[in-house]
């Protein structure tokens, strides 16, 4: 586990309130014009904003908005989140199921493609709709296990002893309500060779009042070795809250790891991913991944061409010690592993 460097924050935030990140995932922004609005940006941003709502809408939470520079429509997380016209737009290679996961669901909300590890569809939902989500196009309601089928699930588990660790995923696993989460990690809890349970989740971030006392009570009496990987890709979205509820996840035992995106007007630069690895580090959290684009149906906008990745990791090799390096990584389909470049 990482020791944080202190962090002067203006004042030591009380828990979070029961139920108060509920209400906040519930009051998100849903309608692109309001969204404008809000931001203060220039009315011809709306047709593009609504056109690209109309293919995967929009979900922006007060918490995150609230870090997102008024007028600024490049800022990095109005980029992330504002739909676009060219969403619309066909490009060759892009498809809507780019890791081809529904070749690997032998179960219902199961997903099996790596040896020792499977991942569990915990919810559809999600805090925040990310522009480049490769699952943006998941077929969700196929995909929601009733509680028989989460037994079946469960079953497909304790049957195969190869699998040491059960990955939470979604949708965002943290938008389920802790009831549920207690329940299904509890079962999973009890099975005698699964070692670890990661969990990957954007909600940390987005809405920190989610790492409340209901989580921490089920997530700090399991069993298993606790690893949560965060969504982050900015060091903007860094700010005192995130890094209260990291310290909280931290108390409770949990490992925190990161995985970024690399987006193009995001972070696709040598100053913004250094700023992001410290800033991760200043808030316990080590860099993981770094990914490039899943060619997804509607985000070929953010690529970054692999020869361009290259050299910026390179480059940041130069600026970082070895243990703030992301490792540069695409997901080939088929594949047994991610894929260094």
Not at 66 to 93: F, S, Y
Not at 188 to 212: E, F, M, N, W, Y
Not at 275 to 300: C, K, M, Q
Request: aromatic letters at 6%.
């Amino acid at each position: 586990m990482i020791t944080r460097s202190p962090i002067p924050l203006q004042c030591h935030p009380a828990e979070p309130a029961p139920g108060a990140w509920q209400a906040q995932l519930a009051g998100a922004i849903r309608d692109p014009h309001e969204l404008c609005r809000r931001l203060g940006l220039d009315p011809e941003w709306v047709p593009g904003a609504e056109a690209g709502h109309a293919l995967f809408e929009v979900r922006v939470p007060e918490s995150y908005l609230a870090r997102i520079r008024a007028g600024d429509p490049h800022d990095p997380l109005l980029r992330q989140v504002l739909p676009l016209g060219e969403e619309a737009e066909a490009t060759p290679g892009y498809v809507a199921d780019p890791l081809e996961e529904a070749d690997h669901t032998p179960r219902r909300g199961l997903i099996h493609k790596y040896a020792g590890r499977v991942l569990l569809i915990a919810s559809p939902a999600c805090a925040v709709n990310c522009r480049y989500c490769f699952r943006r196009h998941f077929p969700y309601e196929e995909n929601a296990p009733s509680r028989a089928q989460w037994e079946e699930t469960l079953t497909y588990l304790r049957d195969d002893a190869s699998i040491v660790e059960a990955i939470l995923s979604g949708g965002d696993p943290l938008a389920a309500s802790d009831r549920q989460l207690a329940w299904l990690v509890e079962r999973l809890a009890a099975i005698p060779h699964l070692k670890r349970l990661r969990i990957h989740t954007r909600l940390p971030v987005v809405i920190p009042d989610r790492i409340d006392g209901a989580l921490l009570d089920w997530l700090g009496g399991t069993r298993l070795q606790k690893v949560m990987v965060l969504h982050i890709n900015h060091a903007q979205e860094i700010d005192a809250t995130v890094i209260e509820a990291c310290r909280r996840l931290q108390a409770a035992g949990v490992t925190l790891l990161n995985q970024s995106v690399l987006l193009r007007g995001v972070n696709d630069d040598v100053e913004s991913l250094a700023a992001l690895s410290e800033r991760l580090f200043e808030a316990g959290i080590l860099p993981y991944y770094l990914h490039v684009l899943d060619p997804v149906s509607g985000a070929a906008h953010f690529d970054v061409a692999d020869d361009a990745a290259r050299t910026l990791v390179a480059t940041l090799r130069t600026r970082l010690p070895g243990f703030l390096m992301p490792t540069l990584v695409r997901e080939v389909p088929g594949e047994a592993s991610k894929t260094p470049l």
